[in-house]
C-alpha cells in the first residue's frame, strides 16, 4: 500500500513568487491536513480537509490557502512568497474510523514533506 | 489553548540503556496522543497512537503510557540501539489538528 506522497520534494523560489504543493493521501484515507516545520517555531498546523471541506484552519495569513479534490488529493498555495516561508511543508492523511470501543481512530500518517527554500 | 511540552530537549545514553521521554499537555480533551520520530531532514514517521480512554499502547521495544487526567504521556525505549538515534515528537491531537512538542532530541552512543 503506497504512503503519502508529496510533491515536490525540494523547491527553491523567490521572494514575491507562488508556490503551489500537493499532496495524495493513502489510498481511502480522507482527511488530509498540512503542516510547517522551522527550526524556531517548529511543527505548526496549516489547516485540515475532509471530503473537500475546510474543517480547522491555523493561525497563518491568507497568503496560504488550500483546497482538496475529490479524490483526496490535495494542494496548498503560498502566494507573494516572504523569506519566512522558508520551511518543511508536511502533509499527513488520516483514515478516521470509530474503531474497538467506539473510540475514534484519526492515527496521521505522514509525508516526506517538500522542502520550500525562499530567495 | 493546548499546549504540549516534551522534556527533556536533548539526551544522550549509551546503547543498551533503557529510557523514558516525557510529554505534557495542558488541555485534557483530547481524541488520542500520538508519539512519531523524525530523522534529520525527513517526514515524520508514526510509532505509536493512544486513544483518548486507553492507558497504554506497545510496539516491540517501545510503550507508550497516557494519563489524561494528569496531562501526561510517556515513551519508554527498552534496550536502545543507535538506530533509535533520532528526534521523538509527541503531538495531541484536538479540533481537527495535531498541536506539538518541540520534541526530544535522542543520541544513541555505541
Known amino acids: 500500500k503506497a504512503g503519502v506522497t508529496q510533491t515536490p520534494r525540494y523547491l527553491i523560489k523567490t521572494r514575491g513568487q507562488q508556490v503551489t504543493l500537493s499532496c495524495s493521501p493513502i489510498?481511502?484515507?480522507?482527511?488530509v491536513s498540512w503542516y510547517q516545520q522551522t527550526p524556531g517555531q517548529g511543527l505548526q498546523f496549516l489547516f485540515e480537509?475532509?471530503?473537500?471541506?475546510?474543517?480547522n484552519k491555523g493561525n497563518f495569513p491568507g497568503r496560504f490557502s488550500g483546497r482538496q479534490f475529490s479524490n483526496s488529493r490535495s494542494e496548498m498555495n503560498v502566494s507573494t512568497l516572504e523569506l519566512g516561508d522558508s520551511a518543511l511543508y508536511l502533509c499527513?492523511?488520516?483514515?478516521?474510523?470509530f474503531g474497538r470501543g467506539q473510540l475514534l481512530n484519526t492515527e496521521a500518517f505522514f509525508g516526506q514533506g517538500t522542502r520550500l527554500t525562499v530567495v | 489553548k493546548q499546549e504540549v511540552t516534551q522534556i527533556p530537549a536533548a539526551l544522550s545514553v549509551p546503547e543498551g540503556e533503557n529510557l523514558v521521554l516525557n510529554c505534557s499537555f495542558t488541555?485534557?480533551?483530547?481524541?488520542?496522543l500520538q508519539w512519531f520520530r523524525q530523522d534529520p531532514g525527513k517526514g515524520l514517521t508514526s510509532l505509536l497512537l493512544?486513544?483518548?480512554s486507553q492507558r497504554e499502547q506497545t510496539s516491540g521495544r517501545l510503550n507508550a503510557s497516557l494519563d489524561k487526567s494528569s496531562g501526561r504521556s510517556t515513551l519508554y525505549i527498552a534496550a536502545s540501539q543507535p538506530g533509535d538515534s533520532a528526534t521523538y515528537l509527541c503531538?495531541?491531537?484536538?479540533?481537527?489538528?495535531?498541536?506539538w512538542g518541540a520534541g526530544t532530541k535522542l543520541i544513541i552512543k555505541p
Open positions: 499527513a492523511s488520516s483514515l478516521e474510523f
Open positions: 493512544i486513544q483518548s
Open positions: 480537509y475532509f471530503s473537500e471541506t475546510q474543517r
Open positions: 503531538a495531541v491531537d484536538s479540533n481537527y489538528q495535531l498541536i
Open positions: 489510498s481511502g484515507h480522507r482527511s
Open positions: 488541555d485534557s480533551a483530547i481524541y488520542n
